[in-house]
Nanobody, 112 residues
Framework: VQLVESGGGLVQAGESLRLSCAAS????????MGWFRQAPGKEREFVAS????????SYADSVKGRFIISRDNAKNTVYLQMNSLKPEDTAVYFC??????WGQGTQVTVSS
């Protein structure tokens, strides 16, 4: 499966962004999808995940209550709504399918 992220950009603290990840392949609806991020000089870390049906979501403590992951299986797309952004959210955000496939990443920069 190929994954293409979009929606990153430069925002001020407190603002919102919505990331999208478009997937190729007819079996998208069967995948557990996730978002990860990597800040400069740091390890890639888990942000959020969603099961194939969208019925179960999971979040890192650092984003819980601010970020929302969702998916549209008809569009083969997973989203990450990011609200109340903080400078520490600055990172390259990656989409992941089933823990195996990665997108190229999209840069999110939050200024204070």
């Amino acid at each position: 499966v190929q994954l293409v992220e979009s929606g990153g950009g430069l925002v001020q603290a407190g603002e919102s962004l919505r990331l999208s990840c478009a997937a190729s392949g007819s079996t998208f609806s069967k995948y557990v999808m996730g978002w990860f991020r990597q800040a400069p000089g740091k390890e890639r870390e888990f942000v959020a995940s969603i099961t194939w049906s969208g019925g179960t979501t999971s979040y890192a403590d650092s984003v819980k209550g601010r970020f929302i992951i969702s998916r549209d299986n008809a569009k083969n797309t997973v989203y990450l709504q990011m609200n109340s952004l903080k400078p520490e959210d600055t990172a390259v955000y990656f989409c992941n399918a089933n823990g195996v496939n990665w997108g190229q990443g999209t840069q999110v920069t939050v200024s204070s």
